[in-house]
């Protein structure tokens, strides 16, 4: 078996041995430290959330928060599962979509209660016109302020998150989760509030408020929330795209999807104006089109990132660092599946999740490989992806022989030997590390291209 011999010292070598003059890096001070950040960040979820609950509680009463939670959690597994399955090509960590839903739930639904109460309040005593403040509040104030609150999320997430946050599919899970967490909390004060009024009126059934507002905010419309702020999403997304050195797109991208989702939220919140109908009105013309684009546009950026998987990794298979078989097994969501089961049947689940890691490291190896040969992948490019492939070595024992049957099992053509994967071009790091011209796959085990020029650099082959 192959040895791991030591990486070369670079400048830019593993984080916390030199700075980018070769320097010792300055100790971080103590508010700096990861567990100092996180354990703020945690508090003050929780300290949101018992202020909400207790806010909550307070409007709808012991009763009605009971019936509005068993009823507004309903929805809730089936978008966090939508979400995740849309993340299943380069799945990001638990503990970001954990986040996002406890600061949607906790931290954004506070903001939002409190802003939007005291903007209506202010309102209605300038104008001496309650009702006019109500209207205006709900389709002016409510987009803004909510629409801020939930997009704090995503941008902090990517600020401090930003190896998990690396395209559009990422920007739609993080706004996503975080949308359901805040509908989540807004449904339960919407519906244990209409279990009040039932319960001072008599009435039950399918005639009840409660009945009525499960099936607009529940049955009809569970995406509404998440349909505005994964605009804000894709903004985001699109900037993670974008070169570390265009400051102005980065910046306008996000603000210019925070802008349409502000937007697509007035127009559903004021579609009440529009006449009896105007609710359903604004839901045939422009709800249920505007969700349908945004799921195609999402499957088809899904299926972009796997062809990418497929275009990138060859480079690696020259390398010596793949088996010829692996990249289109890596790029294929089935032959994906199909490599865990066997690997838990033949290990268990320690086998299937080394597996599973395997996959996600590989496709992390391929964006970052793509972002490097479109200038875009910033001066640690070296550093990461000797990590991520130092991650691919430790797991190969177990992967390869899974993805080898994933392959075998669906008869899919595999890369012929000594077949070349492109001319080779420099990052322009003047690190050594070329990369293969973009790869075309042609059926039935076609040849790629010429051999790579500057092959991959890898310490462990023999």
């Known amino acids: 078996m192959a040895t791991c011999p030591p990486y070369p010292t670079h400048p830019t070598g593993p984080a916390g041995a030199t700075g980018p003059t070769g320097g010792a890096l300055r100790h971080a001070h103590w508010w700096q430290k990861r567990w100092v950040r996180y354990g703020a960040l945690s508090t003050l979820l929780a300290l949101s959330g018992l202020v909400i609950l207790a806010l909550v509680r307070e409007q709808t009463g012991t009763e009605g928060f009971l019936v509005g939670l068993g009823l507004a959690i309903l929805p809730v597994p089936l978008l966090v599962a939508s979400f995740r399955w849309l993340d299943r090509v380069e799945p990001g960590p638990w503990r970001n979509l954990l986040f996002s839903f406890a600061w949607g739930a906790c931290a954004a639904a506070l903001i939002a209660i409190i802003a939007n109460s005291f903007a209506t309040r202010w309102i209605a005593t300038a104008t001496a016109d309650p009702s006019h403040a109500d209207t205006l509040g709900a389709t002016v104030i409510a987009p803004v302020v909510e629409e801020m609150a939930k997009a704090a999320a995503v941008l902090l997430v990517f600020l401090f998150r930003r190896r998990d946050f690396t395209g559009i599919v990422d920007g739609v899970v993080i706004a996503g989760v975080t949308a359901t967490g805040f509908a989540f909390t807004e449904n339960i004060l919407y519906l244990g509030t209409a279990f009040g009024t039932d319960q001072l009126s008599g009435d039950s059934g399918i005639s009840s408020v409660t009945a009525a507002t499960f099936f607009v905010r529940v049955i009809m419309s569970p995406f509404a929330h998440p349909l505005f702020t994964v605009?804000?999403?894709?903004?985001?997304?699109?900037?993670?795209?974008?070169?570390?050195?265009?400051?102005?797109?980065?910046?306008?991208?996000?603000?210019?999807?925070?802008?349409?989702?502000?937007?697509?939220?007035?127009?559903?919140?004021?579609?009440?104006?529009?006449?009896?109908?105007?609710f359903f009105a604004v839901y045939a013309a422009f709800m249920v089109p505007a969700f349908g684009l945004l799921t195609w546009l999402v499957i088809w950026t899904r299926q972009r990132e796997l062809r990418t998987v497929r275009e990138e990794l060859p480079a690696y298979v020259v390398a010596g660092w793949l088996a010829a078989s692996e990249p289109f097994a890596l790029g294929s969501m089935r032959a994906r599946r199909v490599a865990r089961q066997y690997a838990r049947r033949r290990g268990g689940r320690g086998a299937a999740r080394a597996v599973a890691q395997y996959e996600a490291y590989a496709t992390s190896l391929a964006f970052l490989r793509h972002r490097g040969r479109r200038g875009r992948a910033g001066a640690e490019f070296v550093v990461r992806e000797r990590e991520l492939l130092h991650e691919l070595?430790?797991?190969?024992?177990?992967?390869?022989?899974?993805?080898?049957?994933?392959?075998?099992?669906?008869?899919?053509?595999?890369?012929?030997?000594?077949?070349?994967?492109?001319?080779?071009?420099?990052?322009?790091?003047?690190?050594?590390?070329?990369?293969?011209?973009?790869?075309?796959?042609?059926?039935?085990?076609?040849?790629?291209?010429a051999a790579a020029s500057y092959p991959v650099y890898n310490p462990y082959r023999t």
Do not use: C, D
């Open 231 to 278: 605009l804000t999403g894709i903004g985001f997304g699109i900037a993670a795209l974008s070169g570390e050195r265009q400051h102005v797109r980065r910046a306008l991208l996000p603000l210019s999807g925070l802008l349409l989702a502000m937007g697509m939220h007035a127009l559903w919140n004021g579609s009440s104006a529009f006449g009896e109908f105007g």
């Open 393 to 449: 070595w430790r797991r190969r024992e177990v992967a390869r022989p899974a993805l080898e049957h994933a392959v075998a099992a669906r008869a899919w053509p595999t890369y012929g030997q000594g077949q070349g994967y492109g001319p080779g071009y420099g990052y322009g790091y003047g690190y050594g590390y070329g990369y293969a011209a973009p790869v075309q796959w042609q059926p039935y085990g076609q040849v790629y291209g």
